[in-house]
């Protein structure tokens, strides 16, 4: 009976995993192409993006979550019947990951936003005078030190959104939080399944500190500026 137990909590685990990653991966994108539009889009895109990540700074993640939940599919779907195509259905995990990374995507947003200013524009300069693409530039001067100066960032961004994605629970999503709850109710020893899900969360802490000093050590040297 444990055994099958601990095998559901694997399951829930690796789903954790899956919801953590992707979310991370809209978070990044969406954040990278609101910093973009913070420096240099026209103004009237600027305004939106400054409208964004204020807002969504400033509501909790649950929330904007159940409203995602609730109310996402059905202005997704009104936009579609404009356009004649049919209605989507939400799961939970769509939701959820939609919601995390909408949420994220704001404090990402940010974390782009400052690397870039970081970025020495003199050393552009130089490069453009050498007779430098813009692509040659982007890719070998200012891609790997915006990185640099962004990592501590992406870090504590991600750890955040870690933390948070234990709330898809709530939405019915069978990750390892919602797992926990329930094999915790049959077994009437929530402590021990709650341990084992802190444990899962720790490790996982572990080895994203890990990975983040290895990629700010592969950095360091475009962050001083080399």
């Given at each position: 009976?444990?055994?099958?137990?601990?095998?559901l909590?694997?399951?829930?685990?690796?789903?954790?995993?899956?919801?953590?990653?992707?979310?991370?991966?809209?978070a990044?994108?969406?954040?990278?192409?609101?910093?973009?539009?913070?420096?240099?889009?026209?103004?009237?895109?600027?305004?939106?993006?400054?409208?964004?990540?204020?807002?969504?700074?400033?509501?909790?993640?649950?929330?904007?979550?159940?409203?995602?939940?609730?109310?996402?599919?059905?202005?997704l779907?009104?936009?579609?019947?404009?356009?004649?195509?049919?209605?989507?259905?939400?799961n939970?995990?769509?939701?959820?990951?939609?919601?995390?990374?909408?949420?994220?995507?704001?404090?990402?947003?940010?974390?782009?936003?400052?690397?870039?200013?970081?970025?020495?524009?003199?050393?552009?300069?130089?490069?453009?005078?050498?007779?430098?693409?813009?692509?040659?530039?982007?890719?070998?001067?200012?891609?790997?030190?915006?990185?640099?100066?962004?990592?501590?960032?992406?870090?504590?961004?991600?750890?955040?959104?870690?933390?948070a994605?234990?709330?898809?629970?709530?939405?019915?999503?069978?990750?390892?939080?919602?797992?926990?709850?329930?094999?915790?109710?049959?077994?009437?020893?929530?402590?021990?399944?709650?341990?084992?899900?802190?444990?899962?969360?720790?490790?996982?802490?572990?080895?994203?500190?890990?990975?983040?000093?290895?990629?700010?050590?592969?950095?360091?040297?475009?962050?001083?500026?080399?």
């Amino acid at each position: 009976m444990a055994e099958e137990y601990l095998h559901l909590m694997g399951r829930g685990a690796l789903l954790s995993l899956r919801v953590m990653l992707t979310s991370l991966a809209v978070a990044l994108v969406l954040g990278f192409i609101n910093g973009v539009i913070k420096l240099f889009g026209p103004r009237w895109l600027r305004a939106i993006s400054w409208s964004y990540t204020t807002i969504v700074r400033g509501i909790p993640e649950l929330v904007v979550m159940l409203l995602m939940f609730f109310g996402g599919e059905m202005v997704l779907n009104m936009l579609l019947n404009m356009l004649g195509i049919g209605a989507l259905r939400f799961n939970s995990f769509i939701s959820g990951v939609l919601a995390l990374g909408f949420v994220f995507g704001a404090y990402f947003t940010e974390t782009f936003r400052g690397a870039f200013q970081n970025v020495d524009k003199g050393q552009l300069e130089a490069a453009a005078a050498f007779g430098m693409s813009t692509g040659q530039m982007c890719r070998r001067i200012l891609a790997p030190q915006m990185l640099a100066f962004a990592i501590p960032g992406i870090n504590n961004n991600w750890l955040g959104l870690m933390k948070a994605s234990a709330l898809v629970s709530l939405l019915g999503l069978e990750d390892m939080v919602w797992l926990a709850e329930q094999t915790g109710r049959a077994t009437h020893k929530p402590f021990l399944f709650y341990l084992i899900v802190s444990l899962i969360f720790l490790s996982i802490t572990a080895c994203s500190g890990w990975f983040f000093r290895y990629l700010s050590r592969r950095y360091a040297f475009y962050g001083a500026g080399g």
